[in-house]
């Protein structure tokens, strides 16, 4: 199975509320990236957070990453109806490897 | 554009017969990643290569599938004898770290792979 899952499996808000997506995990990891995919295009990364770290910002963006729990959350202050996309956790394995492996995706619509 | 380019991008076969996939990553990233991605499901890991090595091959790969990248530059992806469940997108990633972590990971818009 997927290493990374995320809750919900979609979500449906209004422009400028705030959005938080979570994701769990199996096995200890180095890092924990979240990747946006809008309906036809490519992926795009949008945050990487260490082991070692426990918030990272980046914009709109806000990251955590609760080791203990093997959980991340990715919260989307203000949202607009760009923000409209599936959202993507990855976490490499943690093996010694490079195996990146995602979850399903929160799929996130914003109603303007 | 310097981004990730995949060739071609959609590519209708049939059952059987032999499709390959061609990958241009980002000219200075040494490490280039295969994916698969079907319909609402998250990006399937399938292989990796650092620089012209291949490293890291998923258990997922039948023996009808093969990378190479023979100059450590563009990357092939040959599927062998297609079949119906071999239909997804296929994507091609790269990044440039050098270190034994994971990075960002940069990529490309996908090959649609539809087999009838």
């Known amino acids: 199975s997927q290493q990374g899952e995320e809750d919900p499996q979609a979500l449906s808000i209004q422009e400028g509320e705030n959005a938080t997506m979570n994701c769990s995990y199996k096995?200890?990891?180095?890092?924990l990236q979240w990747y946006r995919q809008n309906s036809g295009r490519g992926l795009v990364h949008l945050i990487l957070?260490?082991?070692?770290?426990r918030e990272k910002h980046s914009g709109r963006l806000r990251v955590t990453l609760d080791t203990s729990k093997k959980s991340s959350s990715l919260l989307i202050t203000a949202s607009r109806a760009a923000d409209t996309a599936s959202y993507f956790c990855?976490?490499?394995?943690?093996?010694?490897?490079?195996?990146?492996?995602f979850g399903a995706g929160t799929r996130l619509f914003v109603k303007a | 554009d310097t981004g990730v380019s995949q060739n071609p991008r959609h590519k209708i076969t049939k059952r059987g017969q032999n499709v390959t996939f061609r990958c241009d990553p980002i000219?200075?990233?040494?490490?280039l990643y295969w994916y698969r991605q079907t319909l609402g499901q998250g990006p399937e890991f399938l292989t990796y290569?650092?620089?012209?090595?291949?490293?890291?091959k998923s258990r997922l790969l039948s023996d009808r599938f093969s990378a190479e990248r023979p100059k450590g530059s563009f990357s092939t992806l040959e599927i062998q004898r297609t079949e119906q469940g071999d239909s997804a997108m296929y994507l091609c990633?790269?990044?440039?770290?050098?270190?034994?972590?994971?990075?960002?990971?940069?990529f490309g818009p996908g090959t649609r792979l539809t087999v009838l």
């Open positions: 990633a790269s990044s440039r770290r050098d270190g034994l972590l994971l990075d960002e990971q940069f």
């Open positions: 096995t200890s990891i180095n890092n």
């Open positions: 957070i260490r082991s070692n770290e």
């Open positions: 990855a976490t490499d394995a943690n093996t010694g490897g490079f195996k990146t492996i």
């Open positions: 000219s200075e990233h040494n490490r």
């Open positions: 290569f650092q620089n012209e090595a291949q490293l890291e």
